[in-house]
């Protein structure tokens, strides 16, 4: 009966989608099924050669043709089966990488609109897909968490320093976009990062606004400032800072951000952090050298290239760097080396 019913149901799928062509009819989803026949014949051949044996009246000719036949019959399942299993496998992983893909375009809703991913690998209507993400990601229903700020500090994390996670190769200008490759790998997972996170932040910003803060003194001020300075800590003791600083704090007004005492800034917008600009999926391509180098066979597939709209970037100078992103976590890994480029108002620049 349980051979029966595989059979049975195979021969209903066939005929129900054969308007679906090849690729429906191989779907992965129907081999579930054909699961049944095996465990059916493992069963039936004992019962088979018992009943075969208990005849009084048989011929070793019989008894041979009916061993061929089965022979021949299991080396041809086997066969078969053997070739629906690698392409099952491979079917696996494609379907794996799909789903990571979605869970990053997801993860990156509110900040990267991707609407061309989020139908492709999760749902037809990429407003609905929003706006139901939001309310779980609400709710704490959703892990990891979305991304809901373009500062990459929300997700990035310290890596570890015998861990290697990639490297940001290259940035070409092309006209009005940019040709940006290198590798990315998850040593944690021992495999490829599953999107590329490209980041921007101004060129000498930090240093440009320190001088004008704090202008550099002549040498004779300068020691006459010291040594005023010097004489004044000698007067204070660390109970009456703490409590001046304590009775200070009290009458602030609480902020999103640090003030300036607590060694923060002032103002959030001259915070000098990573800010997204785009994240790269489906970018992987082989490397060889990357498999011989850390003789691992999982680094073929770390590399990744890609060309970008100049659009995504404002006018200016900018350093460039580039962040593994793991999926399954959330977290984000800075890749090694940074660029420097210069858009301009008309184009992309050098």
Request: proline share 4%; glycine share 6%.
């Amino acid at each position: 009966m349980i051979a029966l019913y595989s059979i049975i149901s195979a021969l209903i799928t066939s005929v129900g989608r054969v308007a679906f062509g090849v690729e429906s009819a191989l779907s992965s989803k129907y081999t579930t099924f054909s699961l049944y026949l095996i465990i059916a014949i493992i069963h039936l051949l004992p019962i088979v050669f018992s009943h075969i044996y208990s005849q009084k009246n048989y011929r070793k000719s019989q008894v041979w043709l009916y061993k061929i036949t089965v022979a021949i019959a299991i080396t041809g399942l086997m066969i078969l089966h053997y070739g629906s299993f690698t392409y099952s496998v491979k079917e696996i992983k494609y379907s794996y990488q799909l789903r990571m893909e979605g869970k990053t375009c997801l993860s990156f809703i509110n900040i990267i609109e991707n609407k061309s991913c989020v139908q492709e690998n999760i749902l037809a209507s990429y407003d609905y897909v929003k706006d139901l993400a939001n309310k779980l990601n609400y709710l704490g229903m959703l892990k990891p968490n979305l991304v809901t700020s373009n500062n990459i500090e929300a997700i990035a994390t310290k890596k570890q320093k015998d861990k290697n996670y990639g490297s940001l190769d290259g940035i070409i200008p092309l006209n009005s976009w940019y040709f940006v490759n290198g590798w990315a790998f998850l040593p944690e997972r021992n495999e490829p990062a599953d999107a590329i996170i490209l980041t921007y932040k101004k060129e000498g910003r930090r240093k440009k606004e320190e001088g004008r803060r704090h202008p550099p003194l002549p040498p004779f001020e300068r020691g006459e400032e010291e040594g005023k300075r010097k004489k004044w800590m000698e007067t204070q003791t660390p109970t009456n800072e703490e409590g001046r600083r304590k009775k200070w704090m009290e009458t602030q007004t609480p902020t999103n951000y640090k003030h300036s005492v607590d060694g923060g800034v002032s103002n959030p917008k001259e915070k000098d952090d990573w800010i997204i600009f785009d994240v790269l999926m489906s970018a992987q391509t082989q490397r060889e050298n990357l498999v011989q180098l850390f003789n691992n066979p999982a680094y073929l597939n770390a590399g990744w290239e890609q060309t970008i709209s100049g659009k995504l970037l404002p006018k200016g100078k900018w350093k460039i760097a580039a962040w593994a992103f793991d999926a399954r976590s959330g977290k984000a890994y800075k890749l090694d080396t940074n660029h420097q480029i210069t858009k301009n108002g008309s184009g992309v620049g050098e």
